[in-house]
């Protein structure tokens, strides 16, 4: 029933030594969402070793964090490229700090120079834009089939900008989620999590409506059905996800569009704050 907090921090250090904490007190906030932009954490070790903590803070690590309950569940709720670590003292504590970005090593060292002969094939375009990504990826099925450069193809720059453009032609998306690349069509899921957040159970607040058409530049759109909610902390809950939600104010299908993530092992938060899209 939702007790024993759970939260391990695992990082492989930029010299490839791995490290594992689970026994200090570990808080995060990870910012999740479902377009290109990475999706970031900042986690915060206390009274780690000076050694310790100067090896898991340094720039180009990775890490690994998982959470949840012991009684229920844990699984991994973030993946990155460590960007930025301090350790300072706050009190009587030493506070190690990370920051670290979903994806952010494959995607700025994704530089290509292609060009192809006429009526070549956007799929193969494609590929050849997520080989150098680098990341395993998902959704290259909505790529319509047959689709052709009639006129050949060339681009240099970065392979996520090309991969933009030419998902575009075909009204599609991609974001990264824990080091996987999906591409996707807007308003529809990437996964199904068979979730059911319910009044009284999951849900820590009653789905409220939000108006917003700060995505859009068209005056004329009409602004997507959008709520707003928390929830229990839970591994699935993640942009792209599809989940049941029942309440007295909202019941019906959702897309998670946005998903910020707060807890400690600890005391306080623990809990995954949501806006999503009905479906």
Known sequence: MAFQRYI??????????????????????????SSEKNNRAVVR?????????????????????????????????FTGDIVRGTREREGNDYITTIEAFDGRTAVMSGIVSLSYAPDTDALTV??????????ANKGTDLIPSGEKYAHGYCF?????????????????????????????EDGKEMENTGLQLEEGGDLL???????????????EKEAANRWAFSAKLN???VSGAMVKVSSSTFTGEVVIKTAY?????????????IEAEAV
Do not use: W
Request: contains cysteine; aromatic residues 6%.
């Open 235 to 237: 591994p699935e809950l």
């Open 205 to 219: 607040s009653l789905p409220q409506i939000v108006s917003d058409k700060t995505e859009t530049s068209d005056i």
């Open 156 to 184: 240099f720059g970065m392979a996520v900008d090309g991969l933009r453009d030419l998902l575009a032609r075909f009204g599609l998306c991609f974001t990264i989620q824990d080091e996987t690349l999906f591409i996707y």
């Open 261 to 273: 993530s707060t807890g400690s092992n600890m005391d306080g938060d623990f809990r995954v704050d």
């Open 126 to 135: 494609a590929q050849a834009l997520l080989d150098a990504i680098g990341l």
């Open 45 to 77: 070790v206390y009274n780690l070793t000076k050694e310790t903590s100067a090896k898991i803070s340094e720039a180009d690590g990775h890490i690994l964090l998982r959470a949840g309950y012991k009684d229920e569940a844990v699984g991994t709720i």
């Open 8 to 33: 391990e921090l695992s990082v492989t250090t930029k010299d490839g030594e791995s490290v594992k904490i689970d026994e200090l007190r570990i808080d995060f906030d990870i910012e999740r969402t």
